[in-house]
């Protein structure tokens, strides 16, 4: 019985993570692409709340001229610029520089 319902289990986390997209914080080259170009809406703030599809996460800091995470913060690009993000919420925590290209 155990066997069986390691098995679902190990089905329904898969089948989860196949529905989210892995993480959720992953992107394809096109995702990445479009969060390189500046916003034309409204420019990001510190305190908007993002989609994933609005994000690229950063996943080599040293590209950018970074050092690793700080805190429980994620390092990302969005509209054409670099900012840290809460990985939970998406929300934006700082904006550091413009950054017109994805490195990584």
Known sequence: MTSLRTTALAFMIATGLAI??????????????????????????????????????????????????????????SGGQLIRVDPKTLKVLSILRAQSEILD
Do not use: F, M, N
Request: hydrophobic share 35%.
């Open 20 to 77: 989210l997209g892995g993480s959720g914080l992953t992107h394809s080259h096109d995702d990445a692409a479009a969060a390189a170009e500046p916003r034309k809406d409204k420019p990001i703030a510190v305190g908007d709340v993002l989609s994933a599809g609005q994000l690229h996460i950063i996943t080599e800091p040293g590209l950018y001229g970074l050092g690793r995470k700080v805190g429980k913060s994620e390092y990302a690009v």
